[in-house]
């Protein structure tokens, strides 16, 4: 079974300094990995995916996330923050033991002060 | 292009009715998934299509939730003699194909409110 822990439920940032919601997923062989985004009252949105190319995935808005396969993490970060930043996250993995139904972590409420 | 949608956007039901919950994926796309999203918490898978295959129905809590996807298109989720617990926004997603890589497009959702 394919399981993925976002380790955070609320992070609280100031406006123009950095954003690290981390990731871990349980696996023995690299699945694929992405992050969405969930405003107020709105869907998800996809930011970044990670599908075996290049390490340091580079997504929409800003935000980057690297996988390192020896520490099981995906964890995303962007270098400043925005007002516009605030929402929930969520970390999702897929394609671990052959499924393709991706399993998604409980999310991470990112709260960014003015 | 268009995006997926939903309908309806809101839905207020007494305990006990049945509701029906529509989704319209993006075009091509041969994966619809849909899921449960309760207050304050993360997605609950409830089911997934994939082109005509027998589709996925472990994630549905009971035998009152069904769905069904006509023409490899439009789904329709149904919820049978609805309870309180079921209060909830539900999501259908879907996906160029249903392989890990892809990733899936969200629809806005439709909220339940079962009084």
């Known amino acids: 079974a394919q399981s993925v822990t976002q380790l955070d439920s609320h992070v609280s940032v100031s406006e123009g300094t950095p954003v690290l919601l981390r990731c871990n997923y349980s696996s023995s062989y690299s699945p694929s990995l992405f992050w969405y985004v969930q405003h107020p009252n709105k869907g998800l949105q996809l930011l970044l995916k990670y599908t075996s190319a290049a390490t340091l995935v580079k997504g929409i808005n800003g935000f980057e996330a690297e996988f390192k396969k020896s520490e099981t993490s995906f964890h995303l970060t962007k270098p400043s923050a925005h007002m516009s930043d605030a929402a929930e996250y969520f970390c999702?993995?897929?394609?671990?033991?052959?499924?393709?139904?991706?399993?998604f972590g409980r999310g991470t409420s990112l709260i960014v002060h003015p | 292009g268009a995006g997926v949608s939903q309908s309806p956007s809101n839905k207020v039901t007494e305990k006990g009715k049945d509701v029906e919950l529509r989704c319209d994926p993006i075009s091509g796309h041969t994966a619809l998934y849909w899921y449960r999203q309760s207050l304050g918490q993360g997605l609950e898978f409830l089911i997934y299509f994939q082109g005509n295959s027998a589709p996925d129905k472990s994630g549905l809590p009971s035998d009152r939730f069904s769905a069904e996807r006509t023409g490899g298109s439009v789904s329709t989720l149904t919820i049978q003699r609805t309870q309180q617990e079921d209060s909830a926004v539900y999501l259908c997603a879907s996906s160029f194909r249903g392989l890990a890589a892809y990733e899936q497009y969200f629809g806005p959702g439709t909220r339940l409110t079962v009084t």
């Open positions: 999702v993995v897929s394609g671990m033991g052959g499924s393709y139904i991706p399993t």
